[in-house]
């Protein structure tokens, strides 16, 4: 007995373990089908593309847009970035690839008839030496530093070229929002000033009842008393205008003399939402199959 419990232990301890780890994997979930709902959704959406804000319609706002991607520094030092970050995984990229180096050597002599060199057969004659070598080399890469290197590098590249574009978008944010207040700006004016000018033809009738005997002075004086604020609010509100272009101008990287030129906005804020009417949350809607 104690024999054949020995053996099994001798057998057991040959045993191999190595496909007993769990097979089974996490499917990716870039594979699965998200099923008809969600894809529909998908379609219904408008999502905004890159150039957003023109589906408000308005060319002047595309104009500045365009002004400040070309002439702003902070993007201009953004691509110049990007350029260099890219130019740095080329290098280290290169380190992977075969390198083949050349030489071409062309020599021309002549060899004089004097008293030094002698007579000679080559007296007074021209002679050309020319050699050429090329030669092929490429480093293995036995521990992956070259290749981990080139990774690097790229993934740099790759994240400054999104700082870039988070640059441009917070200026073409900033330059939609700006020019939308401004819009907004306009929209408060034409109220004040027709309500300002209400007033006024209030006054008017509040003096014409009191030179007919029909009114009082305080019913001219009830007229004239708020005058005063909606020509402040008015004044407020220019000053506002005449910021929000100062505002555009410096974004797109002008003087405020060019913010002067600047035309009341006529965006079409009518346009679709960009968000798909419907968005099925159950996960019964995902075909995992």
Do not use: C
Not at 118 to 123: I, R
Not at 198 to 204: H, K, P
């Amino acid at each position: 007995m104690p024999a054949a419990l020995a053996g099994l232990v001798i057998i057991a301890g040959y045993a191999s373990i190595g496909k007993i780890a769990p097979q089974d994997k996490i499917s990716d979930p870039a594979v699965l089908d998200v099923g008809s709902a969600i894809r529909d959704a998908n379609n219904d959406a408008h999502w905004p593309d890159a150039r957003w804000w023109q589906a408000y319609n308005d060319p002047q706002v595309n104009q500045w847009i365009d002004t400040a991607n070309q002439g702003s520094p902070i993007l201009a030092i953004a691509q110049a970035r990007v350029r260099e970050a890219l130019s740095m995984a080329g290098v280290a990229r290169s380190a992977l690839a075969p390198h083949v180096n050349g030489n071409l050597s062309v020599e021309r002599e002549q060899w004089p008839d004097n008293e030094f060199y002698g007579p000679g057969p080559l007296g007074n004659q021209n002679t050309w030496n020319n050699t050429g070598t090329i030669g092929l080399d490429y480093r293995l890469d036995l521990w992956g530093k070259d290749r981990n290197s080139a990774k690097r590098a790229l993934d740099v590249a790759h994240a400054t070229a999104a700082d870039a574009r988070a640059a441009q978008l917070e200026l073409d944010t900033n330059i939609v929002r700006t020019y939308i207040g401004m819009s907004r700006d306009y929209a408060l004016l034409d109220i004040a000033q027709s309500t300002f000018g209400e007033q006024q033809q209030i006054l008017a009738l509040a003096q014409r009842r009191l030179a007919g005997g029909l009114g009082t002075q305080l019913d001219v004086s009830q007229a004239q008393t708020p005058l005063p604020e909606y020509e402040r609010q008015i004044e407020s509100i220019q000053e506002s205008i005449a910021l929000e272009k100062n505002q555009l101008a410096s974004l797109a990287g002008k003087g405020p003399g060019s913010g002067q030129s600047i035309a009341r906005p006529t965006l079409a804020l009518d346009g679709p939402d960009g968000l798909p009417t419907a968005l099925p949350l159950n996960s019964s809607a995902i075909d995992r199959t």
